[in-house]
Each structure stands twice: as C-alpha cells, then as structure tokens.
C-alpha cells in the first residue's frame, strides 16, 4: 500500500507547486500590468491651460514676429472625440468682407500671458501662402482628405487616420478616424437630452485647451429644465454623441443622476485646468480621463483604476444612492466660505454608504463637509476621505 501513498503525496506536492506557481504567475501578470498602466500614465499628455471657447473665438493671432495676422473667427471640432481639428483664422478685409480664412491645426497656438491674444508658430508669409478655408462650403472643407493636406502643409503629423494608415504616436486615442466636424460657435446653444427624449439643458460653453487641440469639457445649463437655478454641469466630450441629424446631442444618463453629477454657479466658475477637479468630472460619467491627471500620485491614479479605492465611477444607480448624493452635494454647493476644491469633492453613495475623496483646503472645510454628508446620512454611514491640501491656509475661500 505504500507506493500509491507516495503517490498521493507526490500528486498533492505537485498540485500545490502548481498552484504557487499559477499564483505568482497571476502575481507577475499584475505587477507587469500596473507596470504597463504607470508607463503610459507618464506619456500621457498634461493638462494645459483651459478656456472658454466663447473667449478663444474672437481672439487676436499674432505671428511669431509679434505682427497682428487676424483673429480667430471658430474652430471645427469633432465633439464625440474631444478634439479640436482646425483653428479657422480670418485675415484681412473689414467687417467680414475681403477676408480670408485659413485652416491651422491647433498645435501651432500658444497663449500669451496677457490672454488678450494668442501666438501662432508661423510667419505672415507662410500664412499668406496657405490654402484657404471656404466658410460657406463647411463639409467639403472638412472632410478628412482636406484637413490632412492642411496637416501636410504645416508639416504636422494628423491624430487621425489617413487613407487608413493611423496615426504615429497616436496614446490611447479610441477614435483613430476624423469624427463628424461642427463650427464651436454652432455647437454652443445645441440641447441636449436623454435616451429617453427628455431635454435635459443646452450647450452654454466649450471648454478648451487650445495648444493641445482638445475640447476637455462640454458646459451644460440645466437650470431651466432641471429647477437647479442658475447651475451649470461640466460634461466630458466623450459622453455626449450627436442625435441622428446631428442638430442636438444625446447624454445616457438621467434626470436624476444629472441633478446628482458635478455643478456649480454660472457666476462662480471652476478651473478647468486643475486635473483634480477635471478628473472628478470624467469619472462620474465613467469616462476615462485622456490626460495625465497628476504624476506624484501615479500608484494612486492606477489603484482607482483597477477597483482598488471608491470613485465617482462607483456611484450606485439605485434612486435612493443617487438622491443621497444629489441632496449632500445641494447642501455642500450651498454652504458659504467654501474653497473651489472643497465644492468640487467627491461624493460616492453605495448602498447608503457615502465616501467623501478629494482635496479640500483646510481641517475647517473637512469637517463642516464631513459634518452635511453625517447629517443627511448618519455618521455611522460616512466615510470621510477628504484630504487637506499641504500649504493651504487654516481656512480659505476662493468665492
């Protein structure tokens, strides 16, 4: 009887060499993965400076000699991508008459300090000898052969896929083709609504950031239709898609949960260059951020994303969830003295349980936070995350 119990023993001893190993290889699989995610973390590109697109249109262009070259007249933009194709400069003429339009891909723009203009990375001359932009035959002039020659002339390599050949160097970017171009200035004052028809506000402003060529938010005024005042909410281009006419946009949410997403005051603007509340924005909307959103915190930004901390992208859909959270964000966008980042914190409700994340500027503002969620919540059902901002002072307000 003795040998098969060795050979019990032995095939016991190989199941479970088998399984430390099929263990580690899982641990190796992960550890190359995370790997993988902070590598191309760090090639991500940074935000930059963000601005109204209602600011940008209109701007002053000014070459690299400092010469007044025109002004920027608008900018064909492919909403469902988030880019920016062209940046349409007007030159010459007086009062629309005469001028010439010129087509530039936005990385050739810079802004001054001053913001009371932009640069463009080019000569009059050569502008001079640029193919001109035809306004009033807008689909001809975009079409994805035509860009790419403008592309070509400035000897800029497109984002976008030409004659199927994709783009180089071209970081997670799902849409590899030239989307559906619309003037900014026509997209501003588009409605929106939900799947299910029911209008939920119209486009108030584009938010840009121009040198990158990306639209990093779609500003939303919902207060007509949704009785939250004055409020607007910022909106990831990436969740938004164009109704079958292309005359409006379409966002899967609801009512509800729109009532409970990131806001704020039309008189009290958020900045948009600032990744941490940017990020909070793409996240509720469970669309992933397209840039680098902080490089200190690389090990954090990949733990959020492989499920290990709450996010926004958590947010349970069940009525009670979202009323919660809508109702503790009413209450924190209401109270006063409150910094920016202290409004623009997280609020996660799972099963009745509310997380608060997010940097707030002092110990006052965790508190008088942690104190609204424990009220309409219970203590016992609060999870205060909040995190004070090294530097900041004992209070601060930014209103």
Not at 42 to 60: F, Y
Not at 70 to 83: C, F, N, T, Y
Not at 263 to 287: E, I, T
Request: charge should be negative; include cysteine; proline fraction near 5%.
């Amino acid at each position: 009887m003795k040998p098969p119990v060795k050979v019990f023993f032995g095939t016991v001893t190989a199941c479970c060499l088998a399984l430390q190993v099929g263990a580690q290889s899982n641990a190796d699989q992960s550890r190359t993965r995370d790997r993988d995610e902070v590598q191309l973390f760090h090639k991500l590109p940074r935000l930059g400076q963000v601005e109204e697109a209602k600011k940008i249109i209109g701007l002053e262009v000014r070459d690299s000699q400092g010469q007044k070259v025109g002004k920027i007249k608008d900018m064909a933009v492919d909403l469902e991508a988030g880019r920016i194709a062209e940046v349409l400069v007007a030159s010459g003429g007086a009062l629309g008459v005469g001028e010439k339009v010129y087509a530039l891909p936005p990385e050739l723009f810079a802004h001054d300090e001053s913001n009371s203009f932009v640069r463009v990375n080019l000569d009059q001359a050569r502008l001079n000898s640029a193919p001109v932009f035809d306004y009033s035959k807008w689909g001809e002039s975009v079409e994805s052969a035509r860009v790419a020659q403008v592309y070509q002339y400035y000897n800029i390599q497109p984002w976008f896929a030409v004659n199927g050949q994709p783009a180089v160097n071209h970081i997670v970017q799902s849409h590899d083709r030239l989307g559906y171009l619309k003037p900014a200035d026509k997209l501003i004052g588009f409605s929106a609504r939900n799947l299910n028809d029911e209008k939920l506000g119209k486009v108030e402003n584009l938010m840009i950031d121009l040198p990158a060529g990306r639209v990093v938010e779609v500003v939303l005024g919902t207060g007509g239709f949704l009785g939250m005042g004055d409020e607007l909410c910022a909106i990831p281009p990436g969740a938004l898609h164009y109704n079958a006419d292309h005359s409006g946009v379409l966002l899967d949410t609801t009512k509800d949960a729109l009532k409970a997403a990131p806001r704020f005051k039309s008189r009290d603007w958020p900045d948009a260059s600032q990744p941490d509340y940017v990020v909070g924005v793409y996240r509720y909307y469970k669309v992933e951020p397209y840039f680098n959103t902080d490089a200190d915190n690389t090990a954090e930004n990949v733990r959020d994303r492989n499920g290990g901390t709450l996010t926004p992208m958590n947010q349970s859909n069940r009525p009670a969830d979202i009323d919660l959270t809508a109702r503790i964000r009413k209450d924190i966008m209401s109270a006063e003295n409150l910094s920016m980042n202290a409004r623009n914190v997280k609020v996660i409700t799972v099963d009745g349980k509310v997380t608060l994340r997010g940097p707030v500027n002092s110990e006052e503002e965790k508190m008088r936070i942690g104190q609204i969620a424990d009220r309409l919540a219970e203590k016992q059902n609060v999870d205060n995350q909040l995190q004070v901002k090294q530097g900041s002072a004992a209070t601060h307000s930014e209103n």
